[in-house]
């Protein structure tokens, strides 16, 4: 039997049962020096600003706006194409989303939009790097300035990805990062607030540090279900488990992949989980795991290559577009095709699971209010397949994914050169 490859692949760390084994013999898993100097390295690495570690990029993302004290009802602009919870987070402090169009191109928001939708109320803006592509920071910027809005950057997926030369993360008044078993530093949960004011960055690390630390139960439980979740997606294990129910799955119309991803709710009151501090074994991993971010980077970016030169010029498929001034990290390869859900059941007959849409439209989403805003460049991006180029996959699996893909691609019409031209 072929071995199957998942979507999902995650950065580990070679000796983690060991970093978690010294942890725990110093009786130093939850509380411990190495959170503080986590901080301190991830400044370094960034070469600017403040950082605090916290429970969750979300959790970040809560105390930076607390910090910034916005009068209730202000209006803070999102991407309309973005992850549900971070609009949903400024919903809770009593803050209005309000979402702008993105780039067809890059997905990430376009500055003109950003201009239409600010309005007198709007107080802050929040660019997306999505899917490891930074913003058009120069742009979003000079429209902040103009209006007098505050920049809070989400780095949820695009730690190690630079605009003109800089980090991004360093661009904004603030920042936030993820460290999410799949993102680009997985620590098994966790995030990372970076401000660039002391006196802001006192603050968020005062909210942080008044939350209760877990218990060690807790931890250990994050850790084990981590654990089981990166083995549950190595190919040899995937192939015999979750596998086989996508592939029958695909014979029919059941979606399994929905249940895969958190629920889309209202988070008001905060669930207790995310009232906690980040531990400190999470931020040994994170001490670590920082040494490998760059090569763990060039893996992904070697295995984009692969992608963009088997998918030049099939018709109808548009593969990433990067912009000179921008250095992608490649947390997603995502590819515009003619018939995405076919090509996601023809691939998975091959043994190739591919995902379909990572985030969220928010402006069609109910959460947000019932007045849903017509976005059409983030509502066609729903139409995109994400192509694994994570960096556990070798340079053979790379070109084994992309000649699936490719091969696939030219089934659907039967003749050399693959799907039908349509604008895209």
Request: glycine content about 6%; aromatic content about 10%.
């Amino acid at each position: 039997m072929l071995t199957a490859i998942s979507r999902y692949g995650a950065r580990v760390l070679p000796n983690t049962q060991q970093i978690i084994e010294a942890c725990r013999e110093r009786r130093e898993l939850i509380r411990g020096p190495q959170i503080q100097e986590f901080e301190r390295a991830f400044e370094n690495m960034l070469g600017h600003g403040e950082a605090v570690a916290t429970s969750y990029a979300r959790m970040a993302f809560y105390y930076i706006l607390k910090a910034f004290q916005l009068p209730p009802g202000s209006e803070v602009v999102f991407p309309a194409l973005t992850f549900w919870v971070v609009p949903e987070v400024a919903r809770v402090l009593n803050l209005k989303p309000v979402f702008a169009d993105v780039d067809a191109a890059t997905f990430n928001i376009r500055p003109d939009e950003l201009e239409r939708v600010i309005t007198p109320r709007t107080r802050a803006v929040v660019p997306t790097h999505l899917y490891g592509l930074p913003c058009d920071m120069d742009a979003i910027l000079a429209i902040a300035k103009k209006h007098g809005l505050i920049v809070i950057e989400d780095c949820a997926h695009a730690m190690g990805a630079s605009y003109r030369g800089k980090p991004v993360g360093t661009f904004g008044h603030a920042a936030f990062f993820s460290f999410q078993m799949l993102k680009p530093l997985n620590t098994y949960g966790g995030g990372v607030a970076v401000l660039q004011d002391s006196v802001l960055a006192a603050k968020v690390a005062r909210f942080a540090q008044s939350e209760p630390w877990p218990e060690e139960r807790e931890v250990l439980s994050r850790l084990l279900f981590g654990r089981l979740q990166r083995i549950f997606i190595r190919p040899r294990v995937f192939t015999f488990t979750a596998f086989p129910l996508l592939l029958a799955s695909s014979l029919t119309k059941l979606r399994l992949d929905v249940y895969l991803w958190e629920k889309i709710r209202p988070l008001s009151p905060l669930p207790k989980p995310y009232r906690q501090r980040y531990s400190n074994v999470q931020a040994a991993m994170g001490l670590a795991g920082l040494k490998l971010v760059q090569s763990w980077t060039d893996a992904c970016r070697e295995n984009a290559k692969v992608m963009d030169s088997v998918f030049a010029g099939i018709p109808g498929v548009r593969t990433p577009e990067v912009p000179k001034e921008c250095t992608h990290v490649y947390y997603q390869y995502c590819l515009y095709v003619p018939n995405r859900d076919l090509l996601v059941k023809q691939c998975i007959r091959r043994g190739l699971d591919l995902e379909t849409l990572h985030v969220d439209v928010c402006s069609q989403l109910a959460l947000f209010g019932d007045s849903r805003a017509h976005m059409p460049n983030a509502e066609n991006a729903a139409n995109v397949v994400q192509i694994p180029v994570y960096a556990s996959l070798t340079n053979s699996d790379a070109h084994r994914v992309a000649s699936c893909v490719r091969q696939a691609l030219q089934q659907r019409n039967n003749f050399p050169g693959g799907g039908r031209k349509d604008g895209n």
